[in-house]
């Protein structure tokens, strides 16, 4: 299991290398080249540290049922998302991106749905995240424009469902890093909206992913011990 965090933690400390460098070179009107091989790198290092997240969960994890699958799609999902990514300036790529990783929140919630029960918790953790998605929007509207003005509406509703289940079954006995990592998963979405419609900037990248990279292990690690206590 060290083994595979400790890949992880490598390409993420190049992914951010890589992104601080395209920013700096950017910024010093550097020759193409130049940034062009700090790309290939992040190309590289984001893709192996998310491969690495989905290794943890198939390796640790025991035999899988329905919601290891549903686990595991998300997993995948987010992998694809996260090369979806990846091209700074590919409006078409962002948005098949974004739409990789509402499946990825879709999947989180089908696989935590099953050990949901009506409870107060649940109530007040869908209208506190309710409330938080609709301030998120009044924030960002202001910069939206085009389809982006229903699909990020759409978007904040499909992550406050993800959020609140899993807030609801971790609360509720099962494992908190459960809870803990699909907060932490929507917050480094907090941070690639601010990049994309808000305030480009490296330091979005610098704070969310390592948001993001925290919150799959975390929710994986918590799937690991839910599936060995079934």
């Not at 070179?25 to 984001?46: C, D, E, I, N």
């Not at 480094?188 to 992913?209: E, H, K, M, Q, T």
Request: proline residues 3%; charged residues 5%.
């Amino acid at each position: 299991m060290r083994a595979v965090l400790s890949f992880l933690i490598f390409n993420l400390f190049l992914l951010l290398l890589a992104e601080w460098q395209i920013a700096r070179q950017r910024s010093l009107a550097s020759p193409s080249h130049q940034t062009g091989r700090w790309f290939y790198l992040a190309v590289v290092s984001k893709s192996l540290a998310s491969c690495a997240f989905i290794l943890f969960f198939y390796l640790y994890s025991a035999t899988l049922d329905a919601f290891g699958y549903g686990i595991l799609a998300a997993l995948i999902c987010s992998l694809l998302g996260d090369i979806l990514l990846l091209p700074k300036q590919n409006h078409l790529a962002f948005k098949f991106g974004i739409g990789a990783f509402a499946l990825a929140h879709i999947a989180y919630s089908v696989a935590f749905f099953p050990l949901v029960t009506v409870s107060i918790s649940l109530i007040l953790l869908a209208a506190i995240n309710l409330l938080f998605a609709a301030l998120i929007f009044r924030w960002l509207g202001q910069h939206l424009s085009g389809g982006f003005r229903w699909l990020v509406p759409g978007y904040l509703l499909i992550i406050g469902v993800m959020v609140t289940l899993g807030g609801t079954i971790s609360l509720a006995g099962y494992s908190v890093w459960l809870g803990i990592g699909s907060l932490l998963f929507a917050i480094s979405d907090v941070f690639v909206a601010r990049n994309r419609f808000v305030s480009p900037g490296l330091i979005n990248r610098l704070v969310g992913l390592p948001l993001y990279y925290c919150g799959q292990i975390m929710i994986a690690y918590g799937a690991i011990i839910h599936l060995q206590t079934e």
